[in-house]
């Protein structure tokens, strides 16, 4: 179990640059999840993956976010034409199926952007 | 809606001392309840996590949760802490059966002072 592996840590963007993060889960969990967590607050759901499909998108998800498991394994989260207000972390957790002992999400270490 | 309320920002604690964090839930079903922990810059750990069965739950480091259905809370505890333990620590809420979609609270910074 080498943990869920998120790249880059850091990314610093101009506004209106699009940027691309990656997500490679823990081998054997089949569910994939991105999460957002601005300074001072907890990380709030964004949209999660069983296997290649993609189940469900929270409101904070605008259009100018899409996120992709194409092969079911690894993930990437792309922000089009950013703004000042997407800098945050994005957190990538993953699970294994629910089961007798509901799995329960572990978390990569996040990638932070800034956009100046 | 499912919420979390943590009701304290921010606490400051001496080493050895005991320590209690507070975690208010609102969930209309029995609910999934966590507590992570998370150092600057680093991802969440999960510290514990409570389902079903005994109320009162073991962790790693030494930590404990206690379930009260009746007072909607979830509160963490450690009877001796250590200055390792400065971190800040999440609360979450998520549905039976599954761990996707979690909502968690804003968090309590723990400050540790030797």
């Known amino acids: 179990d080498t943990g869920v592996s998120q790249d880059p840590r850091h990314k610093i963007t101009k506004r209106g640059q699009n940027v691309t993060f990656r997500c490679d889960p823990i081998s054997e969990h089949n569910r994939l999840y991105w999460y957002r967590q601005t300074l001072g607050q907890g990380p709030e759901f964004l949209t999660y993956f069983q296997n290649e499909a993609q189940l469900e998108k929270s409101r904070l998800l605008s259009d100018r976010f899409s996120a992709e498991r194409p092969k079911g394994s690894f993930s990437t989260l792309e922000i089009q034409r950013t703004e000042q207000g997407d800098s945050a972390m994005y957190l990538c957790?993953?699970?294994?199926?629910?089961?007798?002992?509901?799995?329960?999400?572990?978390f990569g270490n996040g990638t932070r952007l800034t956009v100046t | 809606a499912q919420s979390v309320t943590q009701p304290d920002i921010h606490i400051t604690v001496s080493e050895g001392a005991s320590l209690e964090l507070r975690c208010n839930y609102s969930?209309?079903?029995?609910?999934?309840l966590f507590w992570y922990v998370q150092s600057p810059g680093q991802g969440l750990q999960l510290l514990l996590k409570y389902f079903s069965g005994d109320t009162l739950v073991q962790g790693i480091k030494g930590f404990e949760a206690e379930f009260k259905r009746s007072q909607s809370s979830f509160n963490l505890r450690k009877p001796s802490v250590h200055w390792s333990d400065a971190a800040e620590y999440f609360c979450a809420v998520g549905p039976t059966g599954t761990a996707s979609k979690l909502t968690f609270g804003t968090g309590t910074r723990l400050q540790v002072t030797l």
């Open positions: 969930y209309g079903a029995t609910p999934y």
């Open positions: 957790a993953s699970s294994s199926p629910p089961g007798p002992n509901n799995s329960p999400l572990h």
